[in-house]
């Protein structure tokens, strides 16, 4: 409780200790999420993601500036997986964020865990808890990369700004096919670079053919050059953080956020229910040694995958009754 | 049963029904696996990763014909997750590779997944399956991408051929973290480019500071200019396809194949689990409608994720008894 008491307070330091608790995998980690989680909901959490060097850092930056300029309240989570081929370029960023580290009104925290199959999006979900519950208005999540999971990291917040830079050619391409499903607002970065009118559009062709209803939200594509801290970017930067108010207008007054909300708790259901079933199962197998036993079985290809796995989940789970009754729900 | 006979006779149409149902989470994949599996283990699977742009395309293009000329036969595995942000860049590549269309010992396909966690690591191995056990001599898995989902996919191989360009100063420096453990063969690509000679000796360096052992692997370090299809790019393809052979050789005679074998086994095990225990429970939920009262119950604040998943747990697991007596395993 003591925790939870700190952390409403604001505690620099407890949020630090949970958030490395929460990379470790921590027992307490757990405990502490579910203490904290009456209090979460109050941010405005934004997600900001793009491919590596597509400058999402300069950003953030200069977003924490037009934020604080309003008095608000910014809390920073740079995701920073640990894994091969990622993450590594916020190195740099941490370095450059440090002009708001004597900035009480601003949090920033990297986020990095290991391997292990969804566990980045639910150790973002749950160290997006603890900003929130700290009382931040503003939640900047920031990743680097282009796969599922980014977009499942994305699915933690209610805008979603994806960065891009012209002269990408195969980015485009490739970010064409469900992109739609997840922007909020597009920027267009180092827009003073060649092939900045052509990107733009492309996405405005693309927004076009989406067909996006009269009363719907229709990203917009904003452009922001590289010449960090001149005037023009500074006032991009202001614009960019007017439209993430107006997207946050649009989502209350079209009961959006409620939708937004319940993307971000499915994806927090699903990834709570791995840790608690099957996470254990595997745990309880390696314990006993029958992982490396089954290992050895399907390399002699005395068994297979699935006959296994099946073998297992009977061991496991008891009957599922499919569409049986209703009662015994966890609603009482 | 019939199935199996055919794809074991390399039919290319009952290959491509199998792999389509592999992505469309047919049941039927499930069972066709199942018969398939005995018939797998004959293949040199090489995965080919790096991010998009790098090149990977022309190098797989090239290296299907290296291999053809050593009369070997070639299986391709393009990995295009149809999610936002990735593959897509994929496209160009099939329409190159249809110079190869009408050799009868190259089998080419690319396979697309929708979302769901672990979905495409776990495709992807099904899909190699079969190609393994269309008796193919070399698999080539293809991905586009630098995340955790990536690495799960290369983990299915026994060689990963890292793709680098010069120039992408994030790239190198996001690399560097953890490549080390599963990269076996780096490739420069667009090595006419500028930056190449800094690059590898970046590359070189890191190599020097892991301390391999004599009798180690040492990832070599190969470059190959962009112009596609001269003499000296064809003379390129030729080392490579020799290093892949020479790594294919040191995994024998190190008895590191049955190493690699029990990574990739130990990917598939998990995610064969996940898709017998969690995506049951996940579906039954959703089927009473419990996954939408849970939702709202925890927008409502009146529970939080973990609670809840706990509860679900009990519900569905049987008592773990963790580290008790060890009848009653898989081995029997």
Known sequence: ME????????????????IRNIEDRHPEARAAIKKIFPHTGGAHIIGITGSAGAGKSTLVDGLISAFRKKNQTVGVLAIDPTSPFSGGALLG????????????????RSLATRGAMGGLSKAAGDAIHILDAMGKDIILVETVGTGQQEVDIMH????????????????????????????????????????????????????????????????????????????????????????????????????????????????????????CILDPVLADLDARGELDRLTELLINKESDPYTAAEEIASRYLRKIPIKQTKKGGIVR
Chains 1, 2 share one sequence.
């Open 156 to 275: 933690n917040s209610h805008t979603v700004i994806v960065v891009l830079v012209p002269g990408m050619g195969d980015e485009i391409q490739a970010i064409k096919a469900g992109i739609m499903e997840i922007a909020d607002i597009f920027v267009v970065n180092k827009a003073d670079h060649a092939g900045t009118a052509q990107l733009i559009r492309e996405l405005k062709n693309m927004l076009d053919m989406a067909h996006i209803p009269d009363d719907g939200w229709r990203p917009p594509v904003l452009t922001v050059g590289s010449a960090f801290e001149t005037a023009s970017f500074v006032e991009n930067l202001n614009i960019l953080s007017e439209k993430i108010a107006d997207h946050h207008q649009y989502l209350i007054h079209f009961n959006e956020l409620k939708n937004r909300l319940r993307r971000k708790t499915r994806v927090e259901i699903r990834d709570a229910l791995r840790s």
């Open 3 to 18: 925790n939870t008491k700190k952390i409403r307070e604001g505690s620099v330091r407890t949020a630090s200790r949970l």
């Open 93 to 108: 960023d941490r370095i450059r964020m440090q002009k708001h580290a004597e900035d009480q009104g601003v949090f920033v």
